[in-house]
């Protein structure tokens, strides 16, 4: 089931952004940043009522210098194809403007919720200013003031009704569900009919679908896959399909699916920031990763360059040196039957269960081998270890002063473990925890 997400389309200046960080609020600040790992503020994690989802300020997706209303239509259609839900924002001191009523009719076409928020409403006097936004048609509006942090549970809740219904697991516990993530242009949809075979390509454009995940299923070996949410890279023609904000934000939906992500570097083009971005969302969300390195059909090379670039990888992606990377071409299909034993090994590892006396065997000799650390004549003492979740390991370390775990430490660890297990391609959590 994919996360439900929100947009929030709104002209300059209404306050989405004010908006949207409070929504993500105090998410960002627990989160801790990694060496190497850049954000994008425009899509965040959100959690309400538990419930989780995605928010998306369309406003922050760059699009060039198209006139202003073009933008606000391309906005309203990204908010339109990416959310369950849109978040109207206008401004209740300007009352209705020409380009909210635009922005209204296309949202009124689409059929999509929309929940209609008038911000810089900032005490109760001013609330009488709703009242005209009414006449936009939406049904109830929701006062809110997002420099102040007021009516944004009313808006959330309302918001929220209108999310799909959480379902079960859609596919059966061995189906491998994959995603294949990248740049515009890196060779994901290739990828895809390279694994499908030339029978089922992935090219035709069903009306309608525009935003429902369209995943294809597929068998090789007695296994079987899925490709999820193949319907984002089918998808051409509108404007905003080939910014790298937008490359960024289909990941990270597709992502949100899988349990194997095949992020796809273009060996051709080398490197570039974007695909460190679009690595470190796979990163965050735990999932299994393998990188692929394609067009190796089209690279110049030697009997060194994969070597190169693999160290080039290695120094560029410094988060994911657990991943495997693969060569291949998708085009000729070239070293094409490497990839999906792969896949089937880190899915493997990514669901691996240590069985609990194994890993403190691991975790005393760890210790025997390299002290903990101490600090002010304390010591770090490591009392038992567990395996507390799968898909992605996660091992909490019950301890005597969680503080004394330092990153290092930590990694020695880390290390340890996936010398002593098969963690590879999977990432690999460890908490420390205070029980003496
Ligand atoms: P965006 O362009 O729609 O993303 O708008 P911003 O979030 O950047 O906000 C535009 C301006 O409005 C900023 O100066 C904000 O401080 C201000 N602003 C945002 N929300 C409120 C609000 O609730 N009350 C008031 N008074 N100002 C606000
Ligand atoms: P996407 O935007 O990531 O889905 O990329 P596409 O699959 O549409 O591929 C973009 C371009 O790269 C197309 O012109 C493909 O023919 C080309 N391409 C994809 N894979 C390969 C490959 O392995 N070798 C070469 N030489 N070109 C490729």
């Known amino acids: 089931m994919a996360k439900p997400t929100i947009a929030i389309v709104g002209r300059p200046n209404v306050g989405k952004s004010t908006v949207f960080n409070r929504i993500i609020g105090e998410r960002v600040a627990i989160v801790q940043d990694e060496p190497g790992i850049t954000r994008d503020r425009l899509y965040n994690n959100a959690e309400w009522l538990n419930r989780e989802f995605f928010v998306i300020d369309t406003g922050g997706i760059d699009l060039g210098d198209e006139p202003f209303l073009d933008q606000m239509r391309a906005q309203a259609e990204i908010a339109i194809d990416e959310a369950d839900v849109v978040l109207f924002v206008v401004n209740g001191r300007d009352g209705i403007t020409t380009a909210d009523q635009e922005a209204a009719n296309l949202l009124l076409r689409s059929k999509k919720p929309v929940v209609v928020a008038v911000n810089k409403i900032d005490s ?191 120094e560029e992606f410094q988060f994911l040196a657990y991943a495997p990377i693969v060569f291949l071409s998708a085009k000729t299909k070239k070293r094409m039957k490497n990839l999906l034993p792969i896949v089937k090994t880190v899915a493997e590892n990514h669901s691996l269960r240590v069985p609990t006396n194994v890993l403190n065997d691991v975790i005393s000799d760890a210790v025997a081998m390299n002290p903990t650390p101490t600090e002010h004549n304390k010591r770090l003492r490591i009392n038992y270890a567990t395996q507390v979740a799968i898909a992605p390991p996660v091992v909490v370390l019950f301890v005597n002063e969680p503080e004394l775990m330092h990153f290092s430490y930590r990694r020695y660890i880390e290390n340890k473990l996936r010398e002593a297990f098969h963690f590879e391609g999977t990432p690999l959590k460890i908490y420390a925890r205070k029980k003496n």
């Open 124 to 314: 109760p006097a001013m609330q009488t200013q709703m009242y005209e936004f009414y006449s936009l048609g939406f049904g109830d509006v929701y006062p809110v003031s997002g420099s102040h942090g007021i009516g944004l549970g009313d808006l959330l809740d309302r918001a929220l009704e209108h999310f799909p219904d959480q379902s079960e697991k859609e596919y059966d516990e061995d189906t491998i569900q994959m995603a294949v993530i990248g740049r515009p242009n890196v060779g994901k949809s290739s990828l895809v009919n390279a694994l499908l075979g030339e029978e089922r390509v992935i090219v035709s454009e069903i009306a309608g679908t525009t935003r429902d995940a369209i995943d294809t299923p597929f068998e090789k070996d007695g296994q079987e896959y899925v490709i999820v949410d193949t319907a984002g890279m089918r998808r051409r023609g509108k404007v905003y399909e080939a910014t790298e904000k937008y490359s960024v934000l289909r990941a990270m939906k597709a992502l949100e699916r899988a349990d194997v992500v095949l992020t796809l570097i273009d060996g051709e083009q080398g490197i570039k920031e974007q695909d460190k971005k679009i690595a470190g969302y796979a990163h965050e969300a735990g999932r299994a990763i393998v990188i692929v390195v394609n067009k190796w059909d089209a690279m110049e090379k030697d009997e060194k360059t994969m070597q190169e670039f693999t160290q080039k990888i290695r």
